[in-house]
């Protein structure tokens, strides 16, 4: 063979195997449906950076179409809490919501949501991806043919919305209050007639006097629902919920048939939004906060102190009550408790002297 012949056979033999990969890969494509525990045009939870509908543009531009997820809000295609059997049945491949409304068929799941006085932000991804809570979430969903991501982190949240002051503990007795997950067996313990309803269904509730107060999420999303136009006390802390992750929840079996790079855009655009939709939040709060106090007459205050420490008390006593009830729960009670003592010492030293010096 001359000189010419060999290099022109070479370069065939070269390029020969980067047109196959190619071919493959765009044959190979999957069409999924996502579901949502929250309604049409909701900020955060369907619209906006880093919110489901985000999460699957994401996905898509990332698989260059190899995966295209179409999403439906609540009641679009399901009612907003049935999200749960949908994906599980293999109705859906997706849903988007927080593993607390699932109290009812995973006690356990709460805690992969939030816990009172549990860990902020920081601590609990530091938990999830990197201390063994993605494990537990695992090991609770596995046998029930589920996979789980974080989604996205509301981070601190506001104590809520009441239509009277709270001046003591007393005052919590038989109000009547829209508050899911954990924190609602706290405040039952104190007296409060608990309510669990869709966002969807929190203001024209409080506004008709069928609850007398609300907890949603912050300033900027329960401006949207008109709470400041229902109640004008609007309280923090932050005690129920430090933080507050978003679910993408996936039927396994559909998980599986993913090829492992598709598993891997998956996850990274889930993470994506998980920090997208936390900085959106503290983008936004403050402002929406202003104006309310502003513009629509909100008195914005801490609860008493006295209020909190009572609120502590009682959370010990009804998580310590809880995981003795259930096994799994016990199992992630304990560690999650064993990595929150922890990382409030090294947030002793670090996050909290910060706080504290002058704004």
Known sequence: ????????????????????????????????????????????????PGSPTDFCKKVEAMSDGRLKIQHFAAGELIPALEGFDAVRSGA????????????????????????PFGLNFQGMNA???????????????????????????TGVQ??????????????????????????GKVYAALGVDVKLLPGGEIFPALERGVIDAAEFVGPYQDRRLGLQNAAKYYYTTGWHEPSNVTELLIN????????????????????????????????????????MVANDGVIASVLPEDVVMELKSVTDTVLAEFAAQDAQAAKVHEAFMAFKAE?????????????????
């Open 1 to 48: 063979m001359d000189r010419r012949k060999f290099i022109a056979a070479g370069a065939t033999l070269a390029a020969a195997p980067l047109a196959a990969p190619t071919i493959a890969r765009a044959q190979t494509t999957f069409s999924w449906k996502m579901t949502n525990a929250y309604g049409p045009g909701s900020p955060f939870y369907v619209e906006g």
């Open 92 to 115: 859906v491949e997706m849903n988007a919501a927080n593993a607390y409304f699932w109290a009812g068929k995973i006690p356990a799941a709460q805690y992969f949501t939030t816990v």
């Open 252 to 291: 396994a079996n559909a998980w599986s048939s993913l090829p492992a790079d598709l598993q891997a855009i998956v996850q990274t655009a889930a993470m994506a939004c998980n920090l997208e939709s936390h900085t959106w939040c503290e983008a936004n709060n403050a402002a929406a906060l202003k104006d």
């Open 343 to 359: 990382h409030a010492e090294w947030a002793a030293l670090s996050e909290q002297p910060y706080h504290n010096l002058p704004t």
């Open 158 to 183: 506001m104590t809520g919305w009441f239509r009277k002051p709270i001046e003591s503990v007393a005052d919590f007795q038989d109000l009547k209050m829209r508050i899911p997950g954990l924190a």
């Open 127 to 153: 938990w999830l991806y990197h201390a063994g809570g993605m494990e537990l979430w695992d090991e609770l969903y596995e046998p029930l043919g589920l996979k789980a991501f974080p989604m996205g982190n």
